[in-house]
């Protein structure tokens, strides 16, 4: 079975400090996609204004957005957005893993450091 990774779960923390992650150190992805969804379909429901600006804070791309909900009129957006959000905190998990500095790389130029 796979599992969320921690950095993930982290970087899901960050996003939103709400208490929706099921309790516990490891969860199965499809039960993160679960909680994610509920949570998602509740500030869809209850508190608009939030979701937006936890897109925002994600950096959900607003093009793949609103394709995503223009290729499936009617259906359910909540595991629409869920996707686009564990997509793109995926994508920035990623990212820091390339750009992170390697062992030994620190600068030793007192210039270059800041």
């Known amino acids: 079975m796979r599992f969320a990774d921690d950095h993930l779960l982290a970087e899901l923390q960050r996003w939103d400090s709400g208490c929706w992650l ?9 039960d993160l996609e679960a909680a994610l969804c509920a949570h998602v379909s509740g500030l869809l429901c209850h508190d608009f204004p939030r979701l937006i600006a936890l897109l925002y804070r994600v950096d959900v791309s607003e093009k793949k957005l609103r394709e995503a909900l223009s290729q499936h009129p009617g259906d359910n957006s909540a595991p629409l957005i869920t996707a686009l ?4 905190l995926a994508e920035k998990l990623k990212n820091r893993q390339d750009f992170a500095p390697g062992p030994g790389s620190e600068a030793t130029d007192e210039e270059e450091k800041w």
Not at 22 to 30: C, E, H
Not at 85 to 88: D, G, I, N, P
């Open 22 to 30: 099921p309790a516990g150190a490891r969860i199965s992805w499809p």
């Open 85 to 88: 959000v564990l997509e793109r």
